[in-house]
Every structure is written in C-alpha cells, then in structure tokens.
C-alpha cells in the first residue's frame, strides 16, 4: 500500500536545495540571524538579554505617556512591548513557514530553521520573564490563565527547541499571533484613550480582530489538526514512530483545546463587536460604542493567554 513507500522519503529530502525556498532571517535581518546562529543556550541568553532591555525601554515610554496619573505604567508597558515584538514573531514564523512547508512530511516533523530556533528562543524567554510582569501590574484578568498559558508554552516549546523536531507545528500554530496585532492595538486604544478620540478607527480594528480570529484560529487549528492526522496516516514510519509520546499528544492535544476555547469565545467576540458597529461611531467615550468595544477586549483580554498557547 501507499504507506510503506515512505521509506525513500528521507533520501529525497537530503537532495532538496534550499535555494528554491523564499529569503530567510539570514538575508533580511543579518543582525538577528548572528542570534540565531549561536549554540541554543547562548541564543536564549541573548534573548534574556534583549527583552528585559526592551520592557525597560517600554516602560519609561510608558511614565512618560501617564505622567502623573495614577494608572499602573506597568500595564501600558506591556501593551507597548508587543507593539514591534508580535510582528517580529509574525516575521519569523512566516519566513519559517516558506521555508518548511515546501519541504514536505520531512520539513514539517524532523526539520528546523534559524527562523523557528529564534522563535522558540524568544518566546520561551518572554513566557518566562512576562511572570514577572504579571506581578507588577496592578489588574490581571485571570492570572490562573496566564501562568497555565506560559507553563505550557515552556514545556512544549522548550521541548521542541531541544529535539529541534517538529518546528513546523510550532511555528503554524503560533500564527495565530496575527489575531494579537488587533488585540494589542485595542489595548493601546484605550490605554491612551484613543477608542474616544478616533471611535472609526477602534471599530474598524475590532472588525479586523474578528475577521483574523475566524482566519487565524477558527479555520488555523482545525487544518493544523487534519495536517497533522494526515500525516500520521500516510507517513507513520517517518512521523508517529519517531517521535515521543510527549511529543505526540501534548501538541495535538494542545492544538485541540485552543479550538476548544476559541469556539467557546467566539460568540462573545461576535457580539461586542455587533454591538460596537450597530451604534456607530458617534456614541462617545460613555456610549454604546464603548460598551461594544469593551465588550471585545474583556473577553480578548481573559482570553488572550490560553489562545495564544501553541
């Protein structure tokens, strides 16, 4: 049958030139590609170098935008650190995934790039470090969520960077960060009072968060699923018997309860945005538009932690 023809499939994929897939790290970015060169530890102690800086640099950013209110700086330097570090994350896992996916059931199961190294590296440090950042800030929504979000993050991710198998899973289900753009950006809106000042522009934003949240985690993790189950049964030698039984549950099975939850969230999401657009754009800082908007970010905000778990 068709799945014992598997077997020539390592040799094909010794004789790939990666010469056809798309640029990498290395030719846009050659500063972060140095980074990601270096042996894993020293990576992740570059990355533990790098995100402690930035969240001080966010946070002074942050006093300076409060001034002498009395709002935690801690929580709008959160919100100011994600500004450029989730479209990094967005870079590297796109470029990953231009550079695996044309590899075939070998790229995704016993390959890495520089790409999904740098990735894995970066957001284990931050899941690490972002404890600390919970505990300065003076509201948390549903910190038994965050921290069960990060534990597992630590563990799966870490897991991966260590076997550097299975970096294609990793990396396509943390697309799912094209939803945080959005999110993030309601955040900064109403940190800085801007979902009053440019009331379009806050809708339309939530618009585009339940646009990419149907794209990006309604229809992501489902093909994340069948890719995966497909895989298993056409190529077994190559994929389930080469791999730990951590491996094999823990990702799929934490692929499923992001589905899970984020089927559970939708119809909330749905109707804060509903409500944001049915009363338009006029209903001021106390209104009705302010209620739908949130709506949309309380139910991000307890949401956020467990959704962004691949």
């Known amino acids: 049958g068709g799945r014992w023809r598997c077997s020539s499939t390592p040799i094909q994929a010794a004789f790939i030139d990666s010469s056809l897939f798309a640029p990498t790290l290395a030719s846009t970015y050659p500063q972060a590609a140095m980074m990601a060169g270096l042996p894993d530890g020293h990576m992740l102690a570059a990355a533990a170098g790098i995100i402690p800086v930035a969240y001080a640099f966010a946070y002074v950013l942050a006093r300076r935008l409060i001034g002498k209110g009395d709002a935690c700086p801690w929580e709008l330097a959160d919100v100011l650190f994600h500004v450029p570090y989730v479209p990094l994350l967005l870079y590297l896992i796109v470029a990953a995934l231009a550079e695996l996916a044309p590899r075939g059931v070998m790229g995704r199961w016993h390959e890495h790039t ?13 899941c690490t470090l972002h404890v600390g950042v919970l505990a300065l800030k003076r509201h948390v929504s549903s910190p038994t969520m965050y921290i069960a979000h990060h534990v597992l993050s630590i563990s799966c991710y870490g897991f991966a960077l260590v076997s550097r198998r299975m970096h294609f899973w990793a990396v396509l289900d943390a697309l799912c960060e094209v939803t945080n753009v959005f999110l993030n950006n309601i955040f900064l809106f109403r940190s800085l009072g801007w979902d009053a000042r440019l009331p379009t522009a806050y809708t339309v934003n939530g618009a585009l968060l339940w646009l ?12 994340w699923l069948w890719l995966f189950a497909r895989d298993v049964r056409y190529h077994p030698l190559i994929t389930w ?13 934490t692929t499923l309860l992001l589905l899970g939850i984020s089927l559970v969230w939708f119809e909330k999401i749905t109707a804060g945005l509903l409500t944001a657009i049915r009363t338009g754009p006029g209903a001021g800082k106390g209104g009705a538009t302010s209620h739908g908007g949130e709506e949309i970010s309380t139910c991000l905000k307890q949401n956020v932690a467990s959704t962004k778990c691949s």
């Not at 990419?212 to 093909?223: G, H, K, M, N, T």
């Open 212 to 223: 990419s949240y149907v794209a990006f985690r309604l229809c992501l993790f489902p093909y």
């Open 241 to 253: 018997d080469q791999v730990t039984p951590f491996e094999r549950y823990a990702y799929s099975g």
């Open 114 to 126: 520089v790409e999904t190294r740098l990735f894995l590296a970066l957001y284990l440090v931050h």
